[in-house]
């Protein structure tokens, strides 16, 4: 399939540690993107990198692209309770048939315990 | 304001009824789309959109009919409900295809559950 898968499944920490999820893909990308999901409610995107970057920063937002190895991770600093959510990394691919179609993996939930 | 406004936010129907859910986007974009999420959070996109015209149908049953009747407006009818069908559908829109920024924006979902 062509979806984002990401890893773990779940993460579950506590307040202030670090928290990173992977996402791997199978075809090749003209960006991916990472999303988050509240419960019970739509995804909020989060950030964008471009397949000639390597890594880009927003806030206590970390991630990274390795395209050779066709995986991603997403790194959130200092966590919150408030990010608790689902994360899903999306691909976007970058020619053919697939154009135009984000794939999206099952998500990473991340807990936070105060 | 909302950027991405779908409607009704819960739909429970029974089997074999025809139901639609509504979708319309203020942010001038040329694309938009339909989306399914299943009780496992796998989501998989349905229909895509962009000017009004037709441009991605995944593999979805022909009893799911999509409409645009403008740029800003998706609609999503779907004929003879399954309890298959039961999911939430997410609308989203975004810059055109071939926009090398295509993040897209997500309506709060219709969480249909067919009885």
């Known amino acids: 399939s062509q979806q984002g898968e990401e890893d773990p499944q779940a993460l579950s920490i506590q307040e202030g540690e670090n928290a990173t999820m992977n996402c791997s893909y199978k075809?090749?990308?003209?960006?991916l993107q990472w999303y988050r999901q509240n419960s019970g409610r739509g995804l909020v995107h989060l950030i964008l990198?471009?397949?000639?970057?390597r890594e880009k920063h927003s806030g206590r937002l970390r991630v990274t692209l390795d395209t050779s190895k066709k995986s991603s991770s997403l790194l959130i600093t200092a966590s919150r309770a408030a990010d608790t959510a689902s994360y899903f990394c999306?691909?976007?691919?970058?020619?053919?048939?697939?154009?135009?179609?984000?794939?999206f993996g099952r998500g990473t939930q991340l807990t936070v315990w105060p | 304001d909302t950027a991405v406004s779908q409607t009704p936010k819960y739909l429970v129907t029974q089997m074999g009824n025809d139901k639609s859910i509504k979708c319309e986007q203020n942010l001038g974009h040329d694309t938009m789309y339909w989306y399914k999420q299943d009780s496992k959070k796998f989501l998989k996109i349905m229909f895509s959109y962009n000017n009004k015209e037709l441009i991605i149908n995944e593999t979805v049953p022909n009893r799911f009919s999509p409409k645009s009747p403008d740029k800003a407006h998706l609609n999503l009818h779907i004929n003879s409900l399954e309890l298959g069908d039961s999911a939430v559908y997410f609308c989203?829109?975004?810059?055109?295809?071939?926009?090398?920024?295509?993040?897209?924006?997500f309506g709060q979902g219709t969480r249909l559950t067919v009885v």
């Open positions: 075809t090749s990308i003209n960006n």
């Open positions: 990198i471009r397949s000639n970057e």
């Open positions: 989203a829109s975004s810059h055109g295809l071939r926009q090398v920024n295509t993040e897209a924006f």
């Open positions: 999306a691909t976007d691919a970058l020619r053919g048939s697939t154009l135009g179609r984000l794939y």
